[in-house]
């Protein structure tokens, strides 16, 4: 990945505004090529368009378009400006540039998916073209692909659970982790924080009711198990690819972004489900 496209996944995966600043063009003598980018945060930039004044006056716009963002803007459109490079910047070089400003405001939907596995996969690859965050946590590093979408953070952890705490309030949790006792503590550890917004385990009505029953007898609230859903996924997609899980837990996620009438797939046993008799090793094939 290029230094300006981690710069802005890094900003923006930690919610904070970037502008991208971008050479659109070049004319005669200048320090930077057409194309070349940098990246300014409030309180830092990565990359170079050239240095010198030019660069000190690109950063002053920019941080001028992040200042609208504070104020409750939206950054507004892009926004081009052409600099001569001569007197007026203290520099010498005689030519001129355009330059292009992007304000990047960060999402603000958030979603963490926890487990790599087939289902993870397909799961991240779709949510990787829609307008959110994706943090992206399972134990075993090798199971991630090389390549992520840029709002994906990936995070291997030993103890996935604990990355709960980590999470930006009011994110959506999805757990298919390839341990049943995994999926527990996750669920577990999201309930007794309470700051998510949706909570959802892949499995069938019967885990669903063996992980009630282990929340139960460890002393949480009924008020916050009834915060789970399990099964996911909406409801009437019976399909068990991979693919079709994915599709039908992420088409869940958008109806609860939109305040849709949505049915839970608990009351019509969807793809996020096993059969209720089907062995564990089955259900954590995913």
Not at 95 to 104: A, I, N
Not at 126 to 147: H, K, T
């Amino acid at each position: 990945m290029t230094e300006w496209l981690s710069a802005l996944s890094e900003l923006e995966a930690a919610g904070r505004p970037a502008v991208l600043v971008t050479v659109l063009s070049a004319a005669g003598s200048t320090p930077r090529e057409a194309g070349a980018k940098m990246v300014v945060s409030e309180d830092g930039l990565r990359g170079s368009v050239g240095g010198g004044n030019l660069e000190l006056q690109a950063v002053e716009v920019a941080r001028g378009l992040l200042a609208a963002v504070r104020a409750g803007g939206e950054g507004g459109a892009p926004l081009v400006k052409e600099f001569a490079l001569g007197p007026s910047l203290g520099q010498c070089c005689g030519g001129g540039v355009s330059l292009l400003f992007e304000t990047v405001v960060p999402v603000h939907w958030h979603v963490a998916v926890f487990g790599a596995g087939h289902v993870g996969k397909a799961l991240v690859k779709l949510l990787g073209d829609l307008p959110c965050a994706v943090s992206w946590i399972d134990s075993r590093e090798a199971e991630f692909p090389r390549e992520v979408p840029p709002r994906v953070r990936r995070v291997v952890s030993d103890a996935p659970e604990d990355e709960v705490a980590d999470l930006p309030e009011g994110a959506d949790v999805v757990v298919m982790t390839h341990s049943h006792a995994v999926d527990q503590q996750v669920v577990e550890a999201a309930l007794r924080r309470g700051t998510h917004g949706f909570l959802g385990l892949i499995g069938s009505r019967t885990k669903r009711a063996r992980c009630v029953q282990r929340l139960e007898a460890r002393g949480v609230p009924p008020e916050a198990i009834a915060r789970l859903t399990c099964p996911i996924g909406v409801a009437g997609v019976h399909g068990k690819l991979p693919a079709e899980i994915a599709v039908a837990v992420a088409a869940q996620l958008l109806q609860r972004r939109g305040d849709l009438p949505a049915r839970d797939a608990a009351e019509d046993e969807g793809p996020g489900a096993a059969p209720a008799e089907a062995p564990a090793d089955a259900e954590k094939a995913r």
